[in-house]
């Protein structure tokens, strides 16, 4: 109550909108993200074409992005809504563990960028912080950009999920059996492999699964 005795204007809420092509997960955030009294979720897109409509629409305070999407990428969507709405803050959420990603992300304007298998209160706290405009980056991450900032390491290093992955390449197993057997989706799948090939300097899945050889990384048979 102030001093006249009326209750005082409570603080605004945190804008936000959702950008991600993965219905179930775009929904799964959205209800988290409505939980939290100081956030109001004002839009949601699969796209992003349609996600920086969205932001011409609403005017968000915080933009929750993915980075591989079909259509343009989350790249050209972030540039594009920052263009149109300087103010808002675009925090990448994405399954890339890639250094490269992170980099590119963090220099075309990204607040923030953080990993899809961060715990919820990590996620919330996350939101607050880049509203107020403080940098996020997922823990995983930040070696990586301090390794990128130094000059990379001498020796690709790959993340335990792209060792396992590259363990299931190394067993003959297609992207819809990798799923499968991790149970992600295939177009993840698909991403991590893409990150496994550049990283190692390889194109092909042959030419990885010589490299898991050679490496000491035992091939992965599907059940």
Excluded: C
């Excluded at 808002?88 to 399954?95: A, E, F, P, S």
């Excluded at 990590?122 to 939101?127: E, W, Y």
């Excluded at 000491?216 to 048979?221: E, H, L, Q």
């Amino acid at each position: 109550m102030n001093e006249n005795g009326s209750a005082a204007s409570a603080e605004p809420k945190v804008r936000i909108l959702v950008i991600d092509d993965h219905t179930l997960f775009r929904r799964g955030i959205i209800a988290l993200l409505q939980r939290e009294p100081a956030f109001e979720v004002v839009g949601e897109a699969a796209d992003g074409i349609e996600g920086v409509k969205q932001v011409k629409l609403v005017r968000p305070d915080v933009v929750l992005l993915d980075l591989h999407m079909p259509g343009i990428s989350g790249l050209d969507a972030m540039r594009a809504i920052l263009e149109e709405s300087s103010s808002t803050r675009v925090v990448m959420l994405t399954v890339s563990e890639d250094a490269d990603d992170l980099v590119a992300a963090l220099k075309a304007g990204a607040l923030g960028y953080l990993l899809k298998n961060i715990d919820s209160d990590f996620l919330v706290a996350s939101v607050h912080r880049a509203a107020r405009g403080e940098s996020v980056v997922s823990s995983e991450m930040t070696g990586k950009l301090v390794d990128e900032l130094r000059g990379g390491s001498e020796k690709p290093s790959l993340s335990p999920r792209e060792r396992e992955i590259l363990a299931h390449l190394a067993g003959g197993a297609s992207n819809k059996e990798i799923a499968r057997e991790l149970a992600v989706a295939e177009s993840t799948v698909k991403i991590h492999v893409q990150h496994i090939l550049r990283k190692l300097g390889l194109t092909s899945r042959v030419q990885a699964a010589v490299w898991a050889a050679e490496n000491g990384i035992a091939p992965r048979k599907e059940l």
